[in-house]
């Protein structure tokens, strides 16, 4: 988004990506929008993602658009020796290197921590799971579902609309929630290794990141010993929390201070309430969520959506309109800022790009790679490491590459 040619806050750090789908790729995204060298390895089938949505190539869905760019790609098949030799170099200029695959996996392919710190002492080394290998759930399967289920985040919408069923929030949150994570484990581990000379083990698992994430507000009652009320956050689960129907559309209306439940009552016509016991401090508004949430709604059915912004938002009063998928992605604040835009890639044509969501006055994040095909920089990268025209046509030919 700043065309200003300032160093990237992560350049001249190298990480090996052996990862795939969401939850990995995020993380390397968002090192590789902060200047990392990005290595993004893959087995001759590809990353499972790159055949997820809409396509306009083979092996360049909507979901691998996402969360690929500033990666360079290299395929290997790690189950050929010379494809392992290429990995050993890779390792000895990198400064990281993250996989998902299980451990006895890696181990077996002789990438496990142990062998990749003997090529490369000082490496960052990180380690993405589905649960922490000091439990009883390590080295079991974990997809996304399965870690909203296991991490009681499958509860909650049924805790809010009071259905009995427990049912998905409808997107991949475990796999964006550790990739975030992951990323920040990442430079932890870089800034460990600048003041310290060493590198480490890191290990992200999925099912702890998830319960940290969803406990922050929802353990509640239970944060106390013995438990001093129930679990889950009495605002979000309350079945009144949602957008308003006003007279000709929805609005986010979000009072939230005394002196904003004042105006927002006096504004609609109902000044008396906020006398009301049960509404003039945050705590008793907080004991009758539901019944001033419903009092709120049946307000704001009395104006319009924008007679309502002409109001509270002179008055400081939270508020926003209610955007679709679709709208979002051409709102103001979106294309003005230019976060979100669209790029011509140059095998895809054009796409829209969402870009690093973080400002750095000083150090600005930027696309420098286009999402890329699957292998696309194998000879740039085996050239890098000093291999010949002969050697990589003789491993193209003997299945290096798959």
């Known amino acids: 988004m700043n065309s200003d ?108 921590y142990e062998a990749v710190k003997a090529i490369k002492p ?9 649960y922490g290998s000091s439990g009883p759930y390590a080295g079991l399967p974990a997809y996304d579902d399965l870690v909203q289920a296991v991490s009681g985040s ?9 259905s009995e069923a427990p049912r998905y929030y409808p997107g991949v949150i475990a796999d964006k929630t550790s990739g975030l994570h ?26 702890e990141c998830m319960v940290s ?48 439940w004042r105006q927002y009552f006096t504004f609609g016509g109902r000044p008396e309430l906020f006398e009301d016991p049960r509404f003039n401090t945050y705590v008793k508004r907080t004991e009758n969520i539901n019944e001033i949430y419903r009092l709120a709604e049946e307000i704001a059915l009395t ?16 508020c926003m309109q209610v955007n679709t998928l679709e709208s979002v992605l051409d709102d103001p604040q979106m294309r003005d800022t230019g976060f979100i835009e669209e790029r011509n890639h140059p095998s895809e044509g054009k796409y829209v790009a969402i870009n690093h969501p973080v400002l750095f006055s000083d150090a600005p994040s930027d696309i420098r790679i286009e999402p890329p095909l699957q292998g696309q920089h ?10 010949n025209d002969d050697e990589i046509e ?9």
């Open 5 to 112: 040619k300032k160093q990237n806050i992560l350049e001249g750090y190298r990480i090996i990506d052996l990862t795939a789908v969401v939850f990995g790729p995020y993380a390397t995204q968002i090192l590789g929008d902060l200047g990392a060298d990005v290595i993004k390895i893959e087995a001759p089938a590809g990353d499972i993602m790159r055949h997820a949505g809409p396509h306009v190539s083979p092996g360049m869905g909507s979901i691998y658009l996402t969360v690929n760019r500033n990666k360079k790609s290299v395929t290997l098949d790690l189950r050929q020796d010379c494809a392992k030799d290429v990995l050993r170099r890779l390792i000895k200029s990198a400064d990281g290197f993250i996989h998902n695959v299980r451990a006895g996996g890696i181990k077996r392919l002789g990438f496990d």
């Open 122 to 130: 000082e490496i960052v080394y990180l380690h993405a799971v589905g």
């Open 154 to 162: 499958a509860t909650l919408l049924p805790r809010q609309d009071g």
């Open 182 to 207: 992951a990323a920040y484990a990442m430079i932890a581990g870089f800034l460990h290794r600048e003041r310290t000379g060493r590198g480490q083990f890191i290990e992200v698992p999925m099912m």
């Open 213 to 260: 994430y969803t406990m922050i507000e929802n353990i509640y009652g239970h944060a106390f010993v013995p438990p001093k009320g129930h679990t889950a956050y009495t605002r979000s689960i309350s079945p009144q929390r949602k957008p308003y129907r006003t007279k000709d559309g929805f609005l986010a209306i979000l009072p939230y201070s005394d002196d904003n």
């Open 303 to 318: 104006k319009t959506s924008e007679e309502w912004l002409e109001l509270l938002r002179p008055a400081s009063i939270p």
């Open 378 to 387: 194998n000879d740039e990268v085996l050239k890098e490491l000093g291999y």
């Open 394 to 402: 003789s491993m193209e030919k003997t299945g290096t590459f798959g």
